[in-house]
């Protein structure tokens, strides 16, 4: 095979190799039926039955909407308090050590006091998503505004560029590329911490449908679940690179495709 | 201090450097050591030295980046504490000074961001700037695409379209190849004789550049950094690549320049064995 | 107050079976920034006042309350046997991930074949949060430790693999090629050139798991119960003992600070080569 050949078929071997992985499960669990490992045909036979009704598309809408506002919240208050922090070493300095243990907070642990402080309704899902999704983001935007050049910041002293100038249209833009690497690790920390909550404490979202399937030994519904996380996890990955594409085509073009 | 400033009103100074001097740590070596002189209005000073002596420390302070240990800075008679809107920088490294996330036109538009004028009136001055550096066509481009040299005119135009009193220059044209940097040393030549008359402070180590560029050159020398030549090029204008630098003047200027950096090198080293 | 409230968090941290908290801080006092941790001590001690004018005990626990049961419960010996669980199937968990994420991130980063034939399979995957995963394990592995330890692992290995791919593919062309001119061979390549230089990257990786695993082990414990800090938090979040609640979350507050610390000053000695700065940018 010639060298470009090959180059082409990489991108379908995965696909081949995936496929083959497929059909070996499909193959084993139709030789030694276990409950515990169903078939991918019947999950997904199951699946399509599921899905497409109300009550889980209700449950998706609300996981949907937790993880839209907690998200929005939480990278909201990583940027602003990010570019804060990132433009005065003093500040930073004083809040590191207390940033630093926030950080090293397990998600989890905020979970039994939000229960207590919100609750078991949607304040309790939002307040824990958005603080899994703001320490990623705070630390990159410090990183991203730590990061801009001297001759920046040099320049933006000579055109008189005052401080609240300078943190939002100088330092914001600059620190965007990292921003946005901060977002894109937060993004799936939002869905972690959708999941454990809505393990925890919801009547309704997919992270409840899975758990409530498993009380219920439903197998291939909690296969299906879980697929129908993954595949959610990835759909908002590309959603996200799509629109990191667009907002940062200035930054691609200057360091090249590869590079960060 | 009245009677100064009117002496340099009558003189034509823009820029008055007095017994500056820096040092970085608290018993460190000084960066500089009581360095004076001035800058007349519309002259184009080379300040030209070998790496160490404390250019950069100086533009630094001239502009109000850095602040001196000693001394002060007069710019229209008036004390530079911070950095003053009068005075314009192109840095060495264009490529770090221009904002990569605007395109070329928004870069050299931005300085004026403040003014009473419309968007389309900015729009309309940054173009201009740029066709004056001899840019075409590449407004709605990114920094990132053009050349080098490309790049350290639009860093030029960006810094001349607030109208300066005082451009300074810090090795502006180190970065790039030597062909490029001809073209540039004459963008810059031009740029000053057409109708800008701007005031030009130009930092570098290139003694030949010096020489061609500049109405009168100030040689300095490392350790500590000190003035110790005022050359007055006293070349004509306007200045050709080929004629300038193969006339008998030329050489005088920076054979002049040459001894005098030689002479220090040679009086520290002989300080060192004693 | 002040007074009290230092003793409150010197005592238990003595108490601590693991000496790596008392060595962390060690490191952070001698690190300086004084002004940061007294700032901390000034939060803990506005929340404190918030808490007790506002009344607010019935929702929060004020942080001296907080300190006092987590001191006295370590001290009764009620929290120990717990912290021990944890940090028993967490370091089993991880030890597992890093011996999985290190050799397959060093096998696949080093054949393009193998990156391109496992790469539909491994974005599957990856996209599939761990604590996803717990329902799956328990019908797998039924509600003990095994089931942890998988759902640990799994989460764990991800950062290590993905940090492991990146270090080994990102190694400098030009040292495969000094390598290869001298004469080495492709798994002497591996083992010589590309492992060691893909170290920092993988350091970074580990790093980034220890402190995921540890999270997830305690929420794999909050979910489903058992001995260790989280199945403890779910029983004092049950029974509304809100000061030991907020004692536990201070303790793994703690812990994982104390990880990272811990880690980050054996990454920094042993890749002394490394500059300080590329191991901070992660």
């Not at chain 1, 320490?135 to 990159?140: D, I, S, T």
């Amino acid at each position: 095979m010639t060298a470009s050949a090959a180059r082409a078929a990489r991108p379908l071997l995965g696909a081949a190799v995936f496929l083959a992985v497929l059909g070996l499960w499909q193959a084993e669990a139709r030789r030694h039926p276990s409950y515990l490992f169903p078939a991918a045909s019947a999950v997904l036979e199951r699946a399509s039955h599921v899905w497409p009704t109300s009550e889980f598309l209700s449950d998706v809408v609300s996981s949907l909407e937790r993880l839209g506002a907690g998200y929005v919240i939480g990278a909201g208050v990583g940027v602003a308090l990010g570019l804060v922090l990132g433009s005065s070493v003093g500040l930073r300095r004083l809040l590191e050590p207390l940033t630093e243990l926030l950080r090293a907070t397990p998600a989890i642990s905020i979970v039994p006091a939000a229960i207590v402080l919100f609750g078991l309704g949607e304040a309790m899902h939002v307040a824990v998503i958005a603080f899994a999704v703001c320490f990623p983001v705070l630390v990159n935007t410090v990183e991203g505004v730590r990061a801009v050049s001297p001759e920046v910041r040099d320049t933006a002293a000579m055109l008189q560029v005052g401080p609240v100038e300078r943190a939002v249209r100088i330092h914001l833009p600059a620190a965007l590329p990292q921003i946005f690497a901060g977002l894109r690790i937060a993004l799936s920390a939002a869905v972690i911490l959708l999941v454990i909550s809505e393990f925890v404490g919801a009547g309704d979202g997919v992270g409840h449908y899975i758990t409530f399937q498993q009380s219920q030994f439903n197998t291939e519904e909690v296969y299906g679940g879980i697929l129908f996380l993954g595949l959610l996890g990835y759909v908002l990955n590309r959603l996200f690179l799509v629109v990191e594409r667009r907002v940062l085509a200035w930054h691609y073009g200057a360091v090249g495709e590869s590079g960060r | 201090m009245p009677r100064a400033v009117e002496q340099e009103a009558h003189a034509g100074v823009v820029l008055r450097v007095d017994s500056l001097s820096k040092r970085y740590a608290e018993n460190g070596p000084p960066a500089l050591s009581d360095v004076a002189f001035e800058v007349r209005r519309g002259e184009l000073l080379a300040v030209v030295g070998p790496s160490g002596c404390g250019k950069t420390t100086l533009l630094r302070i001239v502009c109000g980046l850095t602040s001196a240990s000693a001394g002060t800075v007069f710019l229209d008679a008036r004390p530079v504490l911070r950095p003053p809107r009068e005075i314009a920088v192109v840095f060495q490294d264009y490529s770090r000074s221009l904002f990569p996330w605007l395109t070329v036109v928004r870069n050299v538009m931005f300085p004026l961001r403040r003014t009473q004028a419309s968007r389309a009136e900015r729009l309309a001055t940054a173009e201009a700037a740029l066709e004056e550096l001899g840019l075409r066509g590449v407004a709605r481009k990114y920094p990132w695409q053009l050349s080098g040299g490309m790049q350290q005119r639009v860093a030029i135009a960006r810094a001349l379209v607030s109208r300066p009193e005082i451009l300074l220059l810090d090795e502006p044209f180190a970065s790039v190849d030597a062909l490029t940097r001809a073209e540039l040393q004459d963008v810059l030549l031009r740029v000053h004789g057409e109708h800008r008359r701007v005031t030009i402070v130009h930092v570098t180590h290139d003694i030949d550049e010096a020489a061609y560029l500049a109405d009168r050159v100030l040689v300095m020398t490392p350790a500590p950094g000190r003035v110790v030549r005022l050359v007055d090029v006293e070349l004509p204008r306007p200045r050709a690549q080929t004629a300038t630098r193969s006339s008998d003047r030329f050489l005088a200027v920076r054979n002049e320049i040459q001894e005098a950096i030689t002479e220090q090198q040679a009086l520290q080293r002989g300080g060192e064995r004693q | 107050m002040a007074a009290a409230f230092g003793t409150g968090i010197v005592a238990p941290l003595s108490r601590v079976p693991k000496g790596t908290i008392v060595a962390g801080g060690a490191r952070i006092l001698k690190r300086g920034n004084l002004s940061g941790w007294l700032f901390v001590v000034l939060v803990a001690g506005l929340a404190e006042v918030i808490v007790r004018a506002g009344n607010l005990g019935d929702s929060v626990a004020a942080p001296s309350a907080a300190v006092r049961a987590l001191a006295s419960e370590l001290w009764a010996g009620r929290l120990s046997q717990a912290i021990v669980t944890t940090l028993h199937v967490y370091a089993e968990g991880l030890a597992v991930a890093i011996a999985i994420g290190v050799v397959a991130g060093i096998a696949i980063g080093s054949s393009r074949t193998l990156l391109a034939a496992s790469s539909v399979v491994l974005e599957f995957l990856r996209a599939v949060p761990a604590v996803a995963l717990i329902p799956l394990a328990i019908l797998w592995f039924g509600l003990g430790v095994p089931m942890h330890r998988f759902v640990i692992a799994y989460a764990a290995t991800w950062p290590i693999l993905i940090a492991t791919l990146y270090g080994v593919r990102g190694t400098d062309r030009l040292l495969h090629d000094v390598a290869r001119t001298a004469g080495e061979t492709r798994l002497g390549t591996v083992v010589r050139v590309t492992a060691p230089a893909a170290l920092p990257g993988i350091a970074a990786g580990i790093r980034l798991s220890a402190v995921i695993a540890l999270n997830v082990a305690v929420t794999v414990e909050f979910i489903n119960g058992g001995g260790g800090i989280g199945a403890y938090m779910q029983r004092q979040q049950n029974a509304y003992n809100l000061p030991e609640l907020y004692g536990a979350i201070v303790l793994t507050a703690l812990l994982g600070y104390a990880i990272h610390l811990t880690l980050r000053a054996a990454e920094q000695r042993a890749l002394f080569w490394v500059g300080e700065h590329r191991l901070e940018s992660r």
